[in-house]
Nanobody, 124 residues
Framework: QVQLVESGGGLVQPGGSVRLSCEAS????????MSWIRQRPGKVLEWVSA????????HYVDSAKGRFTISRDNAENTLYLQMNSLKSDDTAVYYC?????????????????WGPGTRVTVSS
């Protein structure tokens, strides 16, 4: 069974940084694309970033380009998201999710196994 456990969120001031982690188990991590998806308060899921199986290809939503960096450690089955220059608009619960290929839309928490997410609040 797929298990995903996100961590690293918290309260951070505007302009600050945070590093999210996602520990994965129950599937062949190194064979899957991995994405970060977020849900702002009262909003639908929004894809944020994705990384290829071997980590050589990365994609970002426009609002994250130049500020966020996705990475992975296949030896540790762990996904990361370094978030810099945070804005209040980045306030959300952040989830990680595996997929067989790149998906930048259509994420649905009713489909597949999801972790609890980690909440990032950007506020002074």
């Amino acid at each position: 069974q797929v298990q995903l456990v996100e961590s690293g969120g918290g309260l951070v001031q505007p302009g600050g940084s945070v590093r999210l982690s996602c520990e994965a188990s129950g599937f062949a991590f190194k064979t899957k694309w991995m994405s970060w998806i977020r849900q702002r308060p009262g909003k639908v899921l929004e894809w944020v970033s994705a990384i290829s199986e071997d980590g050589t290809i990365t994609h970002y939503v426009d609002s994250a380009k130049g500020r966020f960096t996705i990475s992975r450690d296949n030896a540790e089955n762990t996904l990361y998201l370094q978030m810099n220059s945070l804005k209040s608009d980045d306030t959300a619960v952040y989830y990680c999710k595996e997929s067989s290929r790149l998906f930048t839309s259509g994420w649905d928490k009713r489909l597949g196994d999801w972790g609890p997410g980690t909440r990032v609040t950007v506020s002074s």
